[in-house]
């Protein structure tokens, strides 16, 4: 029983203490944008193929002209 009047102050204590983080949080927008940073290392920052094959097309090819 004794326990009882150690364990619920600080019980109550540290849901008051997470309640303060939770609160902060939202706050200074640790929650805004959840998905963003997850697709963003799956988009590819490389050349497009259409240029890639635009650029292949430019240079005359080994087979035409020579005879």
């Known amino acids: 029983m ?4 150690l364990l619920i102050p600080l019980s109550v204590v ?4 997470i309640g303060v983080a939770f ?7 640790q929650f805004d944008d959840m998905e963003g940073p997850a697709y963003r290392i799956l988009m590819d ?5 259409t240029e890639a094959a635009a ?3 430019d240079t005359p090819s080994g087979r035409e002209g020579n005879a």
């Open 55 to 57: 650029s292949q097309q």
């Open 23 to 29: 609160w902060w949080s939202v706050r200074s927008g």
């Open 45 to 49: 920052d490389d050349r497009p193929p």
């Open 14 to 17: 540290l849901v008051f203490l």
């Open 2 to 5: 004794e326990s009882l009047y």
